[in-house]
């Protein structure tokens, strides 16, 4: 359910509505920054009189009845207004206020105004004419204008009251839902579940917090291992739909006919195997969130597929001509440049522009290695092992830094496992204990003692090499450890200076 669709659910707006519509034969319509929310559906608003009914039957009429709306929600004039819409019909909006700004107008409209401030009362004849120039097939539209709703002067003060009640009752339950979000989300990095404090992941902290309380499409991008997945649950965990199910689904390497049906479900002996019918993710994620990752390895066929369950929420399980809906936000990640397959005909450009309405760029972990420590102590905290050092050495943070992390966050959270084995019962973490990659990024060559530990333990490796990686990694920690105090080392090693002097230069550690 979107924002607007609560919005009309509530029970002071259905009350408005329910005696506009009685004793004064008006419509009601809450009108977003989208424009009214029964257009967004492709319908005709509920108690819409019967001209604008027939004006909407026409596509340039509901066009122009549309613009109206959003024309009346961009008006950035303040305060209640009155208007007269593409037809000369009135209509009365007041403004839904929340802090300082304005979320919606609860608009009356397609009436007759005897005595409203902008609005001149409607003449039949200029309507007769507006209505034949939308569709002059249409056949006396004299008729439906003579039944025009009408407000008298006198009334209108009643109109203007029964819409700011609804205003107010919108703008508290805005204002509520917005201050429970914010307790449970607020603006704080942490609070998301996502590590990170670098500029970059602030301006994804404050879009998320912009978009999590929409239904708005979301293209997270990003290379492998950067969270999109833990963005896109972010996202619902901290929106509305909390509490109802988050299905994830990777769309890249499944065969058409498998994401098919793991998509849309499929009905029993649509295919050999198929021995009773499944419901599909769409149809089991109803009213919550599904995640579609590596969005851009859909193949053509299955991206008309989803063009159509987001265009209308409708689909079709596999072997079945009854279309099922879903009301699913769904959310897509890519780590692939969309917007240049669309330009090379590789990706459909309707559904891109469904896809990216908000797009979330998550930056590689190279381009925030202000985010190591923080992210380095989360790991350590999660990994929970006792016997794992939490200190980390100046030496081995600059291996860290220096890394490129290909797989970023994922990479860096395995490596960090890998400590658990390699750095077990050790004071702190050294170079020695981490992967090949990151010590020669740090310009830390060869074996370390932790994996030649490891090695020479489950029987794999040369004994030579396993006594050379331990042999390594004694010596670069005390010469951390003295300061580089030859002396003070050849002596805690009980060898000669001679000795510790060849061995430095044996495993290049001068
Ligand atoms: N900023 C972060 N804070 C904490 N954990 C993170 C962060 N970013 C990623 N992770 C962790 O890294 C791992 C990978 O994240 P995730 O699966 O969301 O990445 P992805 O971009 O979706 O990857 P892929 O494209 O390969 O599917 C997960 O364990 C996730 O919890």
Redesign the pocket.
């Known amino acids: 359910m979107s924002d607007l669709d609560r919005l009309e659910r509530l029970r002071g707006v259905q009350v408005a509505r329910s005696i506009l519509e009685k004793a004064f034969s008006l419509q009601l319509t809450i009108v977003g920054p989208e424009g009214p929310l029964a257009h967004a559906r492709g319908g005709v608003m509920s108690g819409s009189s019967e001209v604008c009914r027939t004006a909407l039957f026409t596509r340039e009429g509901f066009q122009r009845c549309d613009a109206f709306y959003r024309a009346l929600a961009a008006d950035g004039a303040a305060g209640e207004r009155a208007r007269p819409c593409h037809l000369g019909l009135a209509s009365i909006a007041v403004p839904v206020e929340v802090g300082d700004g304005v979320v919606a107008h609860v608009v009356a409209s397609g009436f007759v105004a005897t005595a409203l401030q902008g609005c001149a009362p409607a003449d039949p004849a200029t309507l007769a004419t507006a209505l034949r120039e939308l569709d002059p097939s249409l056949v006396d539209p004299s008729q439906p204008v003579r039944k025009l709703p009408v407000v008298r002067g006198d009334r209108e003060q009643v109109v203007r009251s029964i819409l700011r009640t609804a205003a107010e009752e919108i703008a508290e339950h805005v204002d509520d839902e917005r201050r429970r979000l914010r307790a449970r989300a607020g603006t704080s990095p942490g609070a998301w ?4 404090t670098s500029p970059r ?1 602030r301006e994804v902290f404050e879009l998320l917090r912009r978009v999590a309380s929409s239904d708005a499409a979301v293209l ?1 991008t ?12 972010a996202l619902h965990d901290h929106g509305p739909r909390t509490g109802k199910p988050f299905v994830a689904q ?1 769309c890249g390497a499944v065969p058409d006919d498998v994401l098919e049906s793991t998509l849309f479900g499929h009905v029993r002996g649509a295919f050999s195997g198929a021995v009773r019918s499944g419901e599909g993710l769409f149809g089991a994620a109803h009213g919550g969130t599904l995640f579609l ?2 969005v851009a390895e859909m193949s053509p066929a299955m991206q008309v597929k989803l063009l159509r369950v987001l265009s209308d929420g409708s689909y079709l399980p596999v072997g079945d001509t009854r279309p099922r809906t879903s009301d699913v936000r769904v959310i897509t ?1 890519t ?1 692939r440049d969309l917007a240049a397959m669309v330009q090379r005909g590789e990706f459909r450009q309707d559904l891109y522009y469904r896809l990216h309405v908000i797009p979330i760029a ?1 930056p590689p972990l190279r381009d925030r290695t202000g ?1 190591l420590p923080l ?1 380095v102590e ?2 350590l905290r999660d990994a929970d092992s006792e016997i794992m050092p939490t200190r980390v050495s100046a030496s081995a943070w600059r291996c860290l830094e220096r890394y490129q992390w290909p797989g ?3 990479e ?2 395995a490596e960090i496992d890998r400590w658990a084995v390699t750095a077990a019962g050790e004071p702190e973490i050294g170079p020695e204990h981490l992967s090949p990659a990151l010590r020669d990024a740090g310009g830390y060559a060869g074996q370390s003692g932790g994996e030649a530990a490891a090695a020479a333990a489950s029987g794999q490796g040369s004994l030579q090499a396993a006594v050379d990686g331990l042999e390594r990694a004694i010596l670069v920690r005390g010469l951390e450890r003295t300061g580089g105090n030859r002396t003070r080392l050849a002596r805690e090693l009980q060898i000669s200076r001679t000795t510790l002097n060849e061995r430095i230069k044996k495993f290049g550690l001068e």
Request: glycine residues 16%; without cysteine.
């Open positions: 579940g996502i590590v990170g992941m997270i990003g290379e492998s291992g950067t969270g999109k997945e833990l963005v896109a649950r990777s990752d590596e990640a780590h998550l985010d992210l989360h790991f970023n966050v994922r860096l959270r």
